[in-house]
T-cell receptor, first 112, second 113 residues
Framework: NAGVTQTPKFRILKIGQSMTLQCAQDMNHNYMYWYRQDPGMGLKLIYYSVGAGITDKGEVPNGYNVSRSTTEDFPLRLELAAPSQTSVYFC???????????FGEGSWLTVV | DQQVKQNSPSLSVQEGRISILNCDYTNSMFDYFLWYKKYPAEGPTFLISISSIKDKNEDGRFTVFLNKSAKHLSLHIVPSQPGDSAVYFCAASTTSGTYKYIFGTGTRLKVLA
């Protein structure tokens, strides 16, 4: 009954540090997404993937990298963390475009 | 350029009454629309969806209406319950092409007991 699992739940980073947010889904979904939500704002798409080995940029990709080596996993890498990357990050998946999209519980990241 | 807009950041409704949340979109290529509910410190959870071939979809207390000519959709919750208090996001997508799910900025619903 796992669905979309994100780790870590909370993290504090110092400016310039790097880290990876992990995301895994067990629903055999082809599409996976990373969104960020800033206070009072909607969800902005960072990167998405339509299948293993295929990734593409969303609305706000700068400062991030992704990879999709398996159907299940879609990690998000932050290189050289900046205060502007303080946000809540949500991983999501769907079977295909135009299907219901399922979200993980979120990862709260603070860059100081 | 905000393709999906929720112009009301907040809404308060009395318990038992109807809640109406609105959403407008600008891109006529969107043909699949979803509503999500989000509690604090949790991920968004799927509520209800509608395809552009329909103008109404019901699921229990929740009904979504789609007006394609006006590029407008609304979520009706009847009767509203205190547990419905949350932030509601609408989202739009296409079933073809390269568009992704585009989300609105959300409406915070407070149901007063």
């Amino acid at each position: 009954n796992a669905g979309v699992t994100q780790t870590p739940k909370f993290r504090i980073l110092k400016i310039g540090q790097s880290m990876t947010l992990q995301c895994a889904q067990d629903m055999n979904h082809n599409y996976m997404y990373w969104y960020r939500q800033d206070p009072g704002m909607g969800l902005k798409l960072i990167y998405y993937s339509v299948g293993a080995g295929i990734t593409d940029k969303g609305e706000v990709p700068n400062g991030y990298n992704v990879s999709r080596s398996t159907t299940e996993d879609f990690p998000l890498r932050l290189e050289l963390a900046a205060p502007s990357q303080t946000s809540v990050y949500f991983c999501a998946s769907s079977y295909r475009q135009g299907n219901t999209i399922y979200f993980g519980e979120g990862s709260w990241l603070t860059v100081v | 350029d905000q393709q999906v807009k929720q112009n009301s950041p907040s809404l308060s409704v009395q318990e038992g009454r109807i809640s109406i949340l609105n959403c407008d979109y600008t891109n006529s290529m969107f043909d699949y629309f979803l509503w999500y509910k989000k509690y604090p410190a949790e991920g968004p959870t799927f509520l209800i969806s509608i395809s552009s071939i329909k103008d109404k979809n019901e699921d229990g207390r929740f009904t979504v209406f789609l007006n394609k000519s006006a590029k407008h959709l609304s979520l009706h919750i009847v009767p509203s319950q205190p547990g419905d208090s949350a932030v509601y996001f609408c989202a739009a997508s296409t079933t073809s092409g390269t568009y992704k799910y585009i989300f609105g900025t959300g409406t915070r619903l407070k149901v007063l007991a």
